[in-house]
T-cell receptor
Framework: DADVTQTPRNRITKTGKRIMLECSQT?????MYWYRQDPGLGLQLIYY???????NKGEISDGYSVSRQAQAKFSLSLESAIPNQTALYFC???????????????FGDGTRLSIL | GQNIDQPTEMTATEGAIVQINCTYQ??????LFWYQQHAGEAPTFLSY????GLEEKGRFSSFLSRSKGYSYLLLKELQMKDSASYLC???????????FGKGTKLSVIP
């Protein structure tokens, strides 16, 4: 089983629809992240959470919201999807309880989202 | 702010050595990661540098010069499976966020 699981893996939807992408992890990590990846633009941070009570905006949070339902779950919502939110979305986790800076982020397999 | 530059694409021959460069400008620095990402897949961790110098890990090595804002990833004995994108990411001081470069797409040819 994957340590970081994203659902769904693929989603096609229409403009204006509300969409939720879910992420769960079995690594016991405290920190979780949502990124989007567009061709030629690299990974951009949308939101991150350091624990259940901590939510922070990333570089491109407009049009998105998140919920940290438990240490192991972090969901990303698009309240009213628009075509330029078509992208590959990744969830990631990291463990900063031991050596803060050099703990790598572990990524899920991604959700490919297409908005028509 | 942060600015990270990598070449967009590189091509190298199987069995050869290739060096992928990354330059960065940042207001606060707390280390640099390299990730490998095969097309359509998740990025996977390759290396981390926070002090100047070379870190070697099998066929892959990573170098950092903090004073020059420069890092490189060195891949030796290239294999076809090394064809992937290589992402340079800088750790922002204080917040532990990663800022990623746009990635270098490496194609290994026979």
């Amino acid at each position: 089983d994957a340590d970081v699981t994203q659902t769904p893996r693929n989603r096609i939807t229409k403009t204006g629809k509300r969409i939720m992408l879910e992420c769960s992890q079995t690594k016991g990590h405290d920190r979780m992240y949502w990124y989007r990846q567009d061709p030629g633009l690299g990974l951009q941070l949308i939101y991150y959470s350091f624990d259940v009570k901590d939510i922070n905006k990333g570089e491109i949070s407009d049009g998105y919201s998140v919920s940290r339902q438990a240490q192991a779950k972090f969901s990303l919502s698009l309240e009213s999807a628009i075509p330029n939110q078509t992208a590959l979305y990744f969830c990631a986790t990291s463990d900063l309880r031991t050596a803060p800076s050099n703990q790598p982020q572990h990524f899920g397999d991604g959700t490919r989202l297409s908005i028509l | 702010g942060q600015n990270i530059d990598q070449p967009t694409e590189m091509t190298a021959t199987e069995g050869a050595i290739v060096q992928i460069n990354c330059t960065y400008q940042t207001s606060g620095f707390n280390g640099l990661f390299w990730y490998q990402q095969h097309a359509g897949e998740a990025p996977t961790f390759l290396s981390y540098n926070v002090l100047d110098g070379l870190e070697e890990k099998g066929r892959f090595s990573s170098f950092l010069s903090r004073s020059k804002g420069y890092s490189y990833l060195l891949l030796k004995e290239l294999q076809m499976k090394d064809s992937a994108s290589y992402l340079c990411a800088v750790v922002r001081a204080g917040s532990y966020q990663l800022t990623f470069g746009k990635g270098t797409k490496l194609s290994v040819i026979p």
